[in-house]
C-alpha cells in the first residue's frame, strides 16, 4: 500500500443517515487536509491537521466533523447532509503544513 | 478579484500540439508554485513544483513563473491523448495558506 488511500470510493447517503469517510496516508507526513471538490469550483479546504492538531477550520458547516486519531489517519464524520454537499471529497497528506501536497483518489459523495 | 484565475476550457487541441494552460494570481506571499494532473474520477496528482521566477523543465513539461507579473504557465509539448486530463495549478507561501484554481480541462486528439 502506497501513497494516500481512501475508502469508500463511492458512497450514497440519505440526508438523514450518518456515515464516515476514511483517509489513510503511508508517507509518513505530518499534516493531512481534507478538501471539497464540486464541479467547475477550486478545491475548497475543509480542515487541515497538523501533528494530530486541528490547524484550520474554514468556516465548514457542524454536520462535517473530522478525527485525526494519529498522524497517518484522518476521518469525515458526516451527518444530516444536504444534497448539495455531493461532491468530491479529497483526502491529502504534506511533510509539513501547506508544503506540496499528495491527493488520494477521493470519495464520490451523493446525497438524495 | 478571485486570489487565483485559471480559465476553465475546455481546451481542445490535436496530438502533437504545444499546449499552454495559464494561472494568474494577486497575492504576492505566493512563493512555492505546484501544477497537479487530474485524471477523471482519480485524485490530483504532483506533476512539477517549482518556487523561483524563470522555467523548470521535466521531460514535455516545462513549468514557468513570473513573480513580477504574478503569471505561472505549464506548458506541454509534443502532446498525446493521455494528457487530456484537467490540470490545476497550486500556490502557496510563508503565509499559511494555499490556493487552488478552478482548473483547465484539456482534450488531446488523435
Known amino acids: 500500500e502506497t501513497g494516500v488511500t481512501q475508502t469508500p470510493r463511492h458512497l450514497v447517503m440519505g440526508m438523514t443517515n450518518k456515515k464516515s469517510l476514511k483517509c489513510e496516508q503511508h508517507?509518513?507526513?505530518?499534516?493531512m487536509y481534507w478538501y471539497k471538490q464540486s464541479a467547475k469550483k477550486p478545491l475548497e479546504l475543509m480542515f487541515v491537521?497538523?501533528?494530530?492538531?486541528?490547524?484550520e477550520n474554514n468556516s465548514v458547516p457542524s454536520r462535517f466533523s473530522p478525527e485525526c486519531p494519529n498522524s497517518s489517519h484522518l476521518f469525515l464524520h458526516l451527518h444530516t447532509l444536504q444534497p448539495e454537499d455531493s461532491a468530491l471529497y479529497l483526502c491529502?497528506?504534506?511533510?509539513?503544513?501547506?508544503?506540496?501536497?499528495?491527493f488520494g483518489p477521493g470519495t464520490r459523495l451523493t446525497v438524495l | 478579484q478571485k486570489e487565483v484565475e485559471q480559465d476553465p476550457g475546455p481546451l481542445s487541441v490535436p496530438e502533437g500540439a504545444i499546449v499552454s494552460l495559464n494561472c494568474t494570481y494577486s497575492n504576492s506571499a505566493f512563493q512555492y508554485f505546484m501544477w497537479y494532473r487530474q485524471y477523471s474520477r482519480k485524485g490530483p496528482e504532483l506533476l512539477m513544483y517549482t518556487y523561483s521566477s524563470g522555467n523548470k523543465e521535466d521531460g514535455r513539461f516545462t513549468a514557468q513563473v513570473d513573480k513580477s507579473s504574478k503569471y505561472i504557465s505549464l506548458f506541454i509539448r509534443d502532446s498525446q491523448p493521455s494528457d487530456s486530463a484537467t490540470y490545476l495549478c497550486a500556490l502557496t507561501g510563508n503565509n499559511n495558506d494555499m490556493r487552488f484554481g478552478a482548473g483547465t480541462r484539456l482534450t488531446v486528439k488523435p
Open positions: 491537521y497538523s501533528l494530530e492538531e486541528r490547524v
Open positions: 491529502a497528506s504534506s511533510p509539513t503544513e501547506y508544503t506540496t501536497q499528495y
Open positions: 508517507l509518513g507526513h505530518n499534516a
